[in-house]
């Protein structure tokens, strides 16, 4: 079947959208021509990503917090259409009229958003925010329990009752964590970690000096330096801010990203779930040219949750986020209760897993005791009954074990994609470059890290993030490692596979095996090569410490 060809310019309502406003000419297109097997072409210009004409849809978005989104280009149910930028711009937008509120007020708008659709490529094209969900500013005096910074935003800034707000284009937000970082590449200024050392949870109070200067009190385990940058980071009272990832991928295969850059999102800038067979191509998310930004996404880089198929990653870039390079993950769900000898009920561990799929009728599932991850059984899924968001009841084909209850988890095993990242720049991501987690195949060759934390980590939780994931074939080669791990809060060696068990006594095999690293270069990396437990057949050979960095990726 032959391409039709499309300019969105060509559906735009000058009468009654607003100027250059995409999303208002992408709904016209999608209510006017099937979208299938057709080429959208954005003929290189800056488009407007406003949320005045957004469709609205309920995006239980793993890992992030999910609910009502507004929809940019919202390509839904749809076979073979290609988004051509052809070099243009997306600039996403906040709420447009009415009174200024708390973030929870507003629904805010995700840039891209693929569901139950195939054959889908999107290509030569940049996301921003007009508003960016994270500010910075230069570090004028340091105190012993305080320091003073000069205020860089392109927002609208105050305080109020010892909190520094910022107004993002009529949605206020309260910054909630720091970081520091080193002026020109925005890498973490070492040993600083979330909070200057202070960990996750932390409040500063605030003080306004003047109309450019803040003072931030409070407790200082690693003092920043006169000179680098605080980064702030921003979410509402009663979220994880992570509301708005740039490009969203669900129930959907065989999807293309090529020559994507996205400068920022608050959230992740891909995120995909419950997917097969995606293939991104040279997207490099990192601060937009001349922006004298540090940050770009408020979250991971390339998030991948409950895939299968195949997931590749060429020449692509991640730099500068504030979470991993790349996490790839299935998902553990907890048993509540037992109700016979064939149906469990079980819940979404985490909050951010709520909503997302569990597993299908006619999957095989592994069902691991909690505390040291052992698998105690393998079964198929007769039915599964979704009681809420958070909860469901699965019948399974066989009889369960008489152990099996209260202290168990549930995996999907048809969800455990191949992995492929070749020729990729991991760099100065907070913490880590890639988390990853999966029972297919895993090839990572000639790529490059350069993060504050471990290179690469891969574990297996299922009782704090929910994380599942068993390693049965993984290859690590031809790698550079540069000054990995300087904040060794976040890991002391460049490579860690460290599952978390926590009663190990009872385990009696590997939770991960078949784990090659092999003619990689370590430069500069503060502690060991790897940290390792719980694996079984793990090849080192031919790997090269030095103390002194031979190069670096720019």
């Known amino acids: ?29 999608r ?3 099937s979208p299938d097997n057709a080429n959208v072409k954005l003929s290189g210009k800056t488009w407007q990503l406003y949320t005045e004409a957004a469709e609205e849809r309920t995006l239980w978005m793993s890992n992030n917090d999910g609910g009502v989104a507004k929809c940019g280009f919202l390509i839904e149910n749809a076979d073979g259409l290609t988004l051509d930028g052809e070099g243009a711009m997306l600039v996403t937008r906040g709420p447009q009229g009415g009174v200024a509120g708390l973030m929870i007020a507003h629904t805010l708008l995700v840039p891209i958003v693929i569901r139950n659709s195939r ?38 800034w105050w305080v109020w009752n010892g909190y520094l707000f910022f107004d993002l284009e009529g949605v206020r937000v309260p910054m909630q ?28 109070f605030v003080t306004k000096l003047d109309d450019k200067r803040v003072r931030l009190q409070g407790p200082m385990p690693e003092p920043p330096k006169v000179g680098q940058y605080i980064l702030f980071w921003m979410a509402g009272f009663d979220t994880a801010g992570r509301q708005s990832s740039a490009i969203f991928i669900e129930n959907s295969e065989n999807i293309r990203l090529e020559n994507v850059s996205i400068h920022h999102a608050w959230g992740m800038g891909v995120l995909a779930q419950l997917s097969r067979n995606l293939h991104l191509d040279n997207v490099k998310i990192e601060p937009r040219p001349g922006s004298g930004r540090f940050f770009s996404t408020t979250a991971d880089a390339t998030h991948f949750s409950g895939c299968g198929g195949s997931i590749t990653l060429t020449n692509c870039v991640f730099k500068n986020q504030m979470d991993d390079g790349l996490n790839c993950h299935g998902n553990y769900a907890e048993v509540l209760r037992r109700f016979d000898d064939h149906t469990l009920r079980v819940k979404r561990g985490h909050s951010q897993q709520r909503g997302v799929e569990i597993t299908r009728a006619g999957n095989t599932c592994e069902i691991v005791r909690q505390s040291d991850l052992t698998i105690v059984d393998t079964n198929r899924v007769a039915t599964i009954t979704d009681l809420n968001s958070e909860t469901a009841d699965i019948t399974f084909e066989k009889p369960l074990p008489a152990e ?21 720049v991991f760099k100065h991501s907070k913490p880590r470059g890639a988390l990853i987690m999966t029972a297919g ?10 993060t504050p934390g471990p ?30 791990c300087q904040s060794p809060q976040w890991g002391l060696t460049s490579l860690v596979v460290a599952p978390e068990i926590h009663n190990n006594q009872t385990r009696t095999d590997a939770f991960h095996r078949n784990i090659t690293i092999r003619n990689n270069v370590f430069e500069n990396c503060a502690g ?27």
């Open 119 to 156: 054959n889908i490529i999107i290509r030569n094209l940049a996301i921003d925010w007009h508003k960016p969900f994270m500010a910075q500013g230069r570090i004028v005096a340091v105190a012993a329990n305080s320091i003073d910074v000069e205020v860089e935003s392109e927002s609208r």
């Open 441 to 450: 195949k895993v090839r990572v060759r000639r790529c490059y890290f350069e």
């Open 528 to 554: 060991g090569m790897i940290e390792y437990r719980s694996v079984d057949n793990l090849v080192l050979e031919n790997n090269r410490e030095c103390a002194k960095s031979e190069s670096v990726k720019d």
């Open 177 to 204: 964590r720091i970081v520091a970082v080193e002026p020109g590449t925005g890498a973490l200024a070492p040993k600083t970690c979330d909070n200057l050392g202070n960990g996750w949870e932390m409040n500063w």
């Open 1 to 29: 079947m032959s391409t039709k060809q499309y300019l969105l310019r060509d559906f735009q309502n000058t009468s009654r959208d607003l100027k250059d406003d995409a999303v208002a000419a992408f709904r016209h297109f």
């Open 404 to 424: 099996i209850g209260v202290g168990y988890a549930v995996e999907d095993m048809e969800f455990q994609p191949n992995l492929t990242i070749e020729n990729c």
């Open 31 to 33: 209510e006017g021509i």
């Open 455 to 484: 290179g690469i980590k891969v574990i297996g939780c299922a009782d704090r993030v929910y994380e599942s994931g068993h390693i049965r074939d993984m290859v690590v080669e031809e790698c550079q490692f540069v000054e990995c």
